[in-house]
């Protein structure tokens, strides 16, 4: 479905911005970008803002009109204040949008379009459209650069498709090190106790301080390494250093 949405910027006069719009577009998954008479385009600013996203950029299709950007769309969503002078459909909320246009691009394409940097879309540009969205924002500064924009919206239709059951979204998660055997932690704590009872650390033995000492630790669940660090430590500030090798192994 991310693939039938379609982003198109219209009469974009700073080639930067058409840059850092496909870096936003890429990071959310949307690869198809169209520009409506782009003020300067191709252009070495655009391709360097774009970073890792210049194929985007160097795959963007230059049209002359909105009408023909969007002539094979099922749906348009123009991204601009509400004009209540228009009788289109308006989305208030860009997830309720999003929701919207992932529907309707099962089986056809769909285009977000947005307008220029200073004066947006033109009333006739959004006749072209079959619906609004609006961003919510500041009322008193509600000014987005063009890439935020996209940035936004692009990244509500990411979430509206990731949390669909058809999507087949898998966050990668980190690789988790690997914990200690308790044969390795029991070592540890021993450690731990030679050292505090010879550095005359343990002073008040009714203060409990050994016991809570393990508990944090515990908490803090430190990997194999960790703990091998924390051994090697123990060893450097044992007095009158006993050569210990710090290994948890």
């Known amino acids: 479905m991310l693939s039938r949405i379609r982003i198109v910027l219209v009469q974009t006069f700073h080639p930067g911005n058409i840059g850092a719009a496909a870096r936003a577009m890429k990071t959310m998954g949307l690869s198809e970008l169209v520009l409506v008479n782009p003020r300067a385009f191709p252009d070495d600013e655009a391709t360097r803002m774009a970073a890792g996203a210049a194929d985007v950029v160097g795959n963007a299709r230059v049209v002359g009109a909105v009408d023909e950007a969007v002539a094979d769309c099922v749906q348009v969503i123009g991204a601009s204040a509400r ?55 500041n009322p008193d500064y509600g000014i987005l650069n063009l890439a935020q924009a ?64 393990q508990a944090l630790f515990a908490r803090a669940e430190p990997s194999r390494r960790e703990l091998s660090l924390l051994r090697g430590l123990l060893s450097a500030l044992e007095p009158q250093n006993s050569g210990r090798s710090g290994k948890t192994d």
């Open 150 to 213: 996209v940035q936004i919206l692009a990244y509500e239709l990411h979430r509206a498709w990731r949390t669909r059951e058809d999507s087949g979204f898998v966050y990668q998660l980190p690789t988790r090190a690997a914990l200690p055997t308790r044969e390795q932690f029991g070592h540890f704590q021993r450690h731990l106790h030679e050292v505090m009872e010879k550095s005359g650390f343990l002073t008040q033995p009714h203060a409990r301080t050994e016991a809570q000492l």
């Open 83 to 137: 004009l209540r002078s228009l009788p289109l459909p308006h989305f208030d909320e860009p997830d309720v949008m999003a929701k919207s246009a992932l529907d309707n691009a099962r089986g056809a394409p769909v285009a977000l379009v947005f307008g220029r940097e200073r004066s947006g879309l033109t009333a006739d540009e959004i006749r072209s459209c079959t619906h609004q969205v609006s961003i919510p924002a």
